[in-house]
């Protein structure tokens, strides 16, 4: 069952990630990329590379028959599909594994499962872990909604069942304002993802955004602690940390458990990560969804625990046992990641696609930095506009907080904007630095550090 030839069905700097821990294992690697991506660092990087069509994702990097025919093509006997494109689609790991190849992740039907959020939240519930009040499984009809609604008290989210990034996912006030937004929410969501199935929760005000990193090989199931990703814009992580700010010992073992609880209750096989809402004020849990796949924010979690994510994940399609029990896994110190996004902060986050005129990347004690660009690469406008990951280590929070200033410091693109003026300005701040925010904190700070970008 060995893996001898991954094909990463990816791109960009979870390509690169990929191909690195492949590597170190002796596992050769096929980078496929589209037409606009010729030049991307992992088609260098791999032992062998193939075009697999246009730029559009579509037509590339979602296309199913088109990654299994490269992968017939060169031979290889697995498949990684990073996170986002098709790391989630239950069909495309199926397909994966009745072409008689590994699937990096776990089964099409645990996919299936879980990749349903409405279907998580049963499954979770059955496992007896606190979940967001809400609807038992996807609303049938408007007057179905409103009336749990009702029951739960505005305001609450309707939420796809097949979301993700942040999208499918909108909050409303009252009666009459759910009766405007569901119909638009379901046409939304099968556009988007395909499903036009929708749940609905209590929002949970002033809460922080804790998940726990899982792994498990279809028979025991460890966790590798917690991340905090409570700073966000519209719904989506920009700022990372491991361990998680300001929580007490007792709440950390218990999310830990919680998310093995469930890991082991769907028999989970891979790495994947229980997302929670966490209230600091009273400690109360809630859990909200579960990934299947890799995180972008993984590396922290690799910088305090000292394990290689990529490699289990490999290792485990493999088919080998789980080479870690959970004694063997503490902490160490305290790691921040930022995603480096090719981004106009002042400007209202407009993506900023074009050429890398020179480049001083960070380095030096505790900095790793995750990217897939050098001097006179030309960032395609087709993808998601995350360039690197910048992250940290360092023996406390404060020294990393000050080795992230140091770090961004020490990092100069010229050419195109990019979030990093964002971050050094974070890193400064007082509620930053004493640890008081939540999932609702940095959207409030961005329209008072960035006022003219609300006009915009
Ligand atoms: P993470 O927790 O790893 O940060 P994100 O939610 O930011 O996860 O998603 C990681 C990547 O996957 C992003 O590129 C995001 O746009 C993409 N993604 C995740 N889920 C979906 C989905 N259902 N549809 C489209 N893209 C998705
Ligand atoms: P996605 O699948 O897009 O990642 P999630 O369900 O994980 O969606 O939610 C993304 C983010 O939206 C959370 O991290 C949190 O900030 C916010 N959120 C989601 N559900 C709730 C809720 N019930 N109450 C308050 N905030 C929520
Ligand atoms: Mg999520």
Redesign the pocket.
Known sequence: MAIRKLLVANRGEIAVRIIRSAREMGINTIQVYSDADADMPAVSMADEALNIGRPQAARSYLNREAILEAARATGADAVHPGYGFLAEDADFADAVEGAGLRFVGPSGKTIRQMGD?ARARTLALRAGLPT?PGSTGPIDSVEAGLAIAGEIVYPV?I?AVG???????RTVANPKEFSRQAPQARAEARAAFGDDALYI????DS?C?IEVQILADGECAIHLFERECSL?RR?QKVWEEAPSVNMPQENRDELCAAAVKLAKAVNYRGAGTV?F?YDRQTGQYYF??MNTRIQVEHPVTEMVTGIDLVREMLSIAAGRPLEISQQDVATRGHSIEVRLNAEDPARNFLPCPGIVESLNIPNGPGVRFDGAIYPGYIIPPFYDSLLGKLVVWNIDRETALARLARALDEFKLVGVSTTSSLFRRLVDDEDIRAGRFD?GWLEKWLREAYPEAGAL
Not at 163 to 169: E, F, L, N, Y
Not at 201 to 204: D, G, L, N, S
């Open positions: 959020k967001v989210m939420k979301g993700g990034g942040g999208r499918g996912i929760e209590k929002v949970i809460a955004h966000q719904r997302e809402l909200i969804e999932t």
